[in-house]
């Protein structure tokens, strides 16, 4: 097949069909508010409470001759001593790196 040598400068001419012309809407100019249509401010939320952090004395219980304490949690098992576990009814959760372990029914 032979090609057509293309000239150079110019670019290659295509045939194009003519698209209709459509016209758009003419569209509202937006209206600034007026004096007596000032937006209402935001009504400011009550600040939030937060709760006492549970202390250490909450992780353990102690005999009453003050000789034996005991862990009312376990450790992880993962992290090792120092890092208790959460109790969430059914199963222990360490929040530090996520290990879960089940209780036994």
């Known amino acids: 097949m032979a090609e ?3 000239e150079k400068g110019k670019p290659a ?3 194009t069909a003519e698209k209709p012309k459509v016209e758009k809407p003419a569209e509202k100019p937006v209206e600034a508010p007026t004096p007596a249509e000032k937006p209402k401010e935001k009504e400011k939320k009550p600040p939030k409470i937060k709760k ?6 909450t992780r353990y219980k102690i005999d009453e001759k003050g000789l034996n304490l005991t862990r009312l949690r376990p450790y992880c098992e993962r992290c090792g001593p ?3 576990m959460a109790d969430h009814g059914d199963r222990y959760s ?3 790196c996520g ?3 089940y209780k036994r029914a």
Do not use: D, M, Q, V
Request: aromatic residues 14%; positive net charge.
């Open 52 to 57: 006492p952090e549970k202390k250490a004395h």
């Open 4 to 6: 057509k040598p293309k």
């Open 13 to 15: 001419e295509k045939p």
């Open 94 to 96: 360490c929040g530090h």
């Open 82 to 84: 120092g890092y208790f």
């Open 99 to 101: 290990f879960t372990r």
